[in-house]
Nanobody, 125 residues
Framework: QVQLVESGGGLVQAGGSLRLSCAAS????????MGWSRQAPGKEREFVAA????????RYADSVKGRFTISRDNAKNTVYLQMNSLKPEDTAVYYC??????????????????WGQGTQVTVSS
């Protein structure tokens, strides 16, 4: 079992930056692919970024490529999402997710097994 707790959300002006953190509990974190997704009001949840258990492989949605960076620190059981050059359309609740141990990195949200409660990111114009 893996429990995930996101933090770092908030209100920021367009062009600004935020770093989200996701703290995971559970002994399988270091072998779990992790991902971030987001859901804006009235829209479906969408994939944002993912990282393999080793950190070697990453995936990004086209809408955030070049602006967002996913990383992880297995010693701290934490995955991060550095968000730069934020736009109003990035406003959403951001969710952290984990796959079961040894599963490969994926952009398919249906393949994730554990989810956090989410953290709100609001970008003002």
């Amino acid at each position: 079992q893996v429990q995930l707790v996101e933090s770092g959300g908030g209100l920021v002006q367009a062009g600004g930056s935020l770093r989200l953190s996701c703290a995971a509990s559970g002994r399988t974190f270091s072998t779990s692919a992790m991902g971030w997704s987001r859901q804006a009001p009235g829209k479906e949840r969408e994939f944002v970024a993912a990282i393999s258990w080793s950190g070697v492989s990453t995936r990004y949605a086209d809408s955030v490529k070049g602006r967002f960076t996913i990383s992880r620190d297995n010693a701290k059981n934490t995955v991060y999402l550095q968000m730069n050059s934020l736009k109003p359309e990035d406003t959403a609740v951001y969710y952290c997710a984990a796959r079961t141990a040894m599963a490969v990195v994926t952009s398919l949200l249906s393949e994730y097994d554990y989810w956090g409660q989410g953290t709100q990111v609001t970008v003002s114009s």
